[in-house]
């Protein structure tokens, strides 16, 4: 069953995020955007009636700034991520994404919805799922524990997640939640076949798969839209391959 409904996207300007705004804009859906004054935006985004767009930055925000604007959403998606460059990756602030979730649940919470809203995250598959115990080898725990020290926005990832997984957890009356966890991501032109795994198929470091970004909004979107397709995987943690890939 799909459901007609206004989403909030922060990240829309991302490279993914810009995919997933257009598939759910192609669904009819209607769409509020949070972006920076300086940030790119396709030009018709602008004259379209489906687009609010908040100019502002999300982490900068109070939770009563951001419970207005959620006011009338059903769901929210995020898209954020560090700018691969030396002050993306290691200047302020470090925990943007884990910042903006927790103050993203926290406005969702304060506005006593009467159904929960639905949270969709994107992630990454060098993340765990500690719900499920993924297993790791050895050389892949050691770099990932490097990684946490030398890349910020690997931790960051991480906190995010935890924060859906512990925090809000499974039985949260204001709030549902799925963390997307794509492989190495890829520019395409058009949707492609895709596959979803509970976990990881091959190791995130040393054998990754390939997902495209737009694949990555796709996936997003129906979950934002498909009852039955949010039931089947909220409260955990999809990999999401090209089928494009020798993934299987």
Known sequence: MKRNMTTLVVGASG????????????????????????SNIPDNWTD??????I????????VGELAEIIADCKSVAS????????????????KLVTKTVELLCEAIISNSFQTPVRFVLMNTDGNRNRDLNEPI????????????ILMPPHPDNEK???YLRVAIG???????????????????????????????IRSALFNPG?????????????????????????????VIYNNLDDTK
């Open 137 to 148: 080898s050895f050389t892949q725990r050691m770099v990932i524990g490097l990684l946490r």
């Open 210 to 238: 390939k997902t495209s970004r737009i694949n990555v909004g796709n996936f997003m979107s129906r979950l934002i839209q498909d009852d039955s397709l949010w039931n089947k995987w909220k409260g955990q943690m999809p």
């Open 79 to 94: 898209c954020l991520g560090h700018n691969l460059t030396w002050k993306g990756i290691y200047g302020k602030p470090r």
């Open 55 to 62: 100019k502002g930055s999300v982490s900068e925000m109070t």
């Open 48 to 53: 379209n009636e489906q687009v609010t767009i």
């Open 170 to 200: 499974q039985d949260n009356s204001s709030i549902e939640w799925v963390a997307v966890r794509p492989s190495n991501l890829i520019n395409d032109e058009k949707v492609t076949e895709y596959s979803l795994y509970k976990s990881p």
């Open 160 to 162: 995010a997640a935890d």
């Open 15 to 38: 490279a993914t995020g810009k995919h997933l705004v257009e598939q759910l804009l192609a669904s009819g859906q209607n769409v509020k955007i949070i972006v920076r004054p300086t």
